[in-house]
């Protein structure tokens, strides 16, 4: 599986800005630290929705009162939480929709 890093999204918004990397970088940064301010400010849903990408969106998770440890059998409590989840978008699922095309 391959890798993607945030250097290589940056390096190709500087390609598709005609921009240099080191100016398209504060971007990409300064976009995704603000994605994740909204993502842990909230209290305790929210929902981020990018048009023609997908919605980020962090959901809480119920109590488990009789939870169980697989390794001793102890019942344990597990407190409510929040969690992420990512749903594309239509025009990202119709991408990835499309047949793999062999090499």
């Not at 919605?55 to 488990?64: A, D, G, L, N, Q």
Request: charged share 40%; net charge positive; no cysteine.
């Amino acid at each position: 599986m391959k890798t993607v890093t945030k250097k290589e999204v940056s390096k190709r918004v500087a390609k598709k800005l005609g921009q240099k990397i080191y100016i398209t970088e504060d971007f990409v940064n300064a976009v995704f630290e603000a994605l994740r301010e909204i993502l842990s400010e909230a209290n305790p849903e929210v929902r981020i929705e990018i048009r023609d990408f997908g919605v980020f969106e962090i959901k809480e998770t119920k109590p488990k009162p009789k939870a169980r440890n697989p390794r001793t059998g102890e019942i344990i409590y597990v407190p409510a939480r929040r969690k992420t989840h990512f749903k594309p978008g239509k025009l990202l699922k119709d991408i990835l929709k499309q047949p793999i095309k062999n090499k």
